[in-house]
């Protein structure tokens, strides 16, 4: 990894703000360059760190940052859940799949993720795919049994799978 981009990470975990803010600008000009790095600031113990982790991603807007952001809507800080979600609206639908995915596989356990797959599902532009998410929206935002959305994104993610052949 270039070690400019790892000294601009290490300035992220800084207690200047303005500092922060200065590396965060400096790794989006990096553009992809920057994302694996990014992917790993996710995961730094301190939670302004992944937030401006978050935010440079969505800025970015590389798909390969999909799968770690889809992670992060489940951080235990609000705030960067809600950067994370943004990203991901960002990015559009390269999102869905990785979401649905997750949905599926433990969306009935995670409010969290449930609320967090709402707002990215209601504020995402997804285009061709709007009907097709309609159910799962409609689970997510249910007060019924969340198993109802393990198989309403289970049916969206292989119908996605479907329309991708």
């Known amino acids: ?9 290490g300035d992220l975990t800084c207690d200047d703000i303005i500092k ?3 590396a965060r600008r400096e790794l989006v000009s990096r553009g992809s360059g920057a994302v694996g790095a990014l992917e790993e600031a996710l995961s730094n113990r301190k ?3 992944r937030w401006e982790a978050a935010k440079a991603l969505g800025q970015i ?11 992060a809507i489940e951080d235990k800080e609000f705030d960067v859940r809600w950067q994370a979600s943004e990203a991901l609206i960002r ?3 390269a999102a869905l799949e ?7 596989d433990h969306g009935d356990k995670s409010l969290t993720l449930r609320r967090a797959a709402h707002h990215i599902l209601h504020d995402m532009n997804r285009g061709k795919y709007d009907e097709l998410l309609q159910p799962v929206m409609a689970a997510v935002d249910d007060t019924a049994p969340a198993i109802e959305v393990l198989l309403v994104a289970r049916q969206a993610l292989d119908a996605l799978k479907g329309m991708k052949r």
Not at 1 to 9: F, K, R, T, Y
């Open 61 to 71: 807007g590389d798909k390969s940052a999909v799968k770690a952001l889809v992670a």
């Open 20 to 22: 922060c803010q200065k």
């Open 98 to 104: 990785p979401l649905l995915a997750v949905l599926a």
């Open 1 to 9: 990894m270039d070690e400019n981009i790892q000294a601009l990470i």
């Open 47 to 49: 939670s302004w760190v």
């Open 91 to 93: 990015i559009g639908p």
